[in-house]
């Protein structure tokens, strides 16, 4: 599933001469993805994180309720937004795989063998990937900070007083390893905390 017909179109040619691949069906209709999966017998689902004005959902809030309807269902996240917190997010989701974009097609039909085959496929930084998750709060107060707001207007938008986001402050520089309010913002972005408006 990929909110870009484009890519899913060319995908599917770039898939078609391997002997690997039975069968490769695409879809931009959500709402018919359940009844595709079942009446093709889909072993194992490819899907984009950002899905564009297919849906409000993500890929990731998508690939959970399908994992929650077909327990035994592959998902391979295929994505140009290969970001840490969402490769975490995938793992603790238990998600198959978390493939960049621009992989090779042979190298993207291995992975998919092996994840087809029972096993994990994730970059190999991702590994070792801890993250300290930041909390709703804490990612409404940087995208309050990102978007230019002062600290007076932050806790006056979440009814807390200065105090309180002074705390919410220190545990968010915690948690990211920095020692400011920039910095915070910075690294989120890079992190995939927050996107870019």
Do not use: W
């Amino acid at each position: 599933m990929d909110d870009h017909e484009l890519f899913a179109q060319s995908l599917a040619i770039a898939l078609e001469g391997y002997e690997e691949i039975q069968g490769f069906y695409t879809t931009r209709d959500l709402t018919s993805l359940t009844g595709l999966i079942v009446k093709k017998k889909i072993d194992l689902v490819l899907m984009d994180i950002h899905l564009g004005t297919l849906t409000d959902q993500d890929g990731l809030a998508v690939a959970s309720r399908l994992k929650k309807e077909f327990p035994s269902l592959k998902l391979v996240i295929l994505t140009g937004y290969d970001l840490p917190v969402y490769q975490y997010e995938a793992k603790k989701l238990g998600i198959s795989g978390f493939l960049n974009k621009n992989i090779q097609p042979q190298e993207l039909v291995k992975s998919l063998v092996r994840v087809f085959q029972g096993y994990p496929c994730f970059p190999s930084d991702a590994s070792d990937l801890v993250i300290e998750e930041l909390t709703d709060t804490e990612r409404q107060i940087l995208q309050l900070i990102a978007s230019g707001k002062k600290r007076k207007e932050i806790a006056a938008k979440l009814y807390i007083s200065e105090r309180t986001l002074s705390n919410h402050l220190q545990h968010i520089y915690e948690k990211l390893e920095v020692t400011s309010a920039v910095e915070a913002v910075t690294k989120a972005l890079q992190m995939g905390y927050l996107a870019l408006k």
